[in-house]
Structures are given as structure tokens and as C-alpha cells.
């Protein structure tokens, strides 16, 4: 499945999915945060290191 809006285009809604309900979990982190936790999810390239405290305390993230 393609979610198009103008020019985004995503082709996994599954982490879309899965970021939008991090993001309604900690909306204070942010959605892209929380996607970006996602797709390094999908890709299996965790922890993902940041520098962002809040992300850092989610499953899968590291902070550095």
C-alpha cells in the first residue's frame, strides 16, 4: 500500500501505523521522532542513537 499526500510519499503503512501510535502514546516527542524511531525499526538498525532525552528513553532508542 502508497499513502500519497502532495509530495510525501510513504510505501509502509505498518510504520507509519506504528509511529502514529507511539506519537499519540508521547505526543511531546513529536511525530517525526517517533517515525523516524520506526523506520529504523523496520530497517533493524537499533538502538538508534540520539541526543534527544525523551527519545532516548523510548524501547529501541539510546541516548548518547
Known amino acids: 500500500m502508497v499513502i500519497e499526500h502532495r509530495d510525501l510519499t510513504l510505501e509502509d503503512s505498518d510504520t507509519v501505523?506504528?509511529?502514529?501510535v507511539e506519537f499519540r502514546r508521547h505526543?511531546?516527542?513529536g511525530f517525526a521522532n517517533c517515525l523516524i524511531l520506526e523506520v529504523a525499526r523496520k530497517a533493524?538498525?537499533?538502538p538508534l542513537g540520539t541526543f534527544d532525552r525523551p527519545l532516548g528513553r523510548l524501547a529501541g532508542a539510546q541516548r548518547l
Do not use: G, N, Q, V
Open 17 to 20: 501505523t506504528a509511529a502514529l
Open 27 to 29: 505526543p511531546a516527542l
Open 44 to 46: 533493524d538498525h537499533l
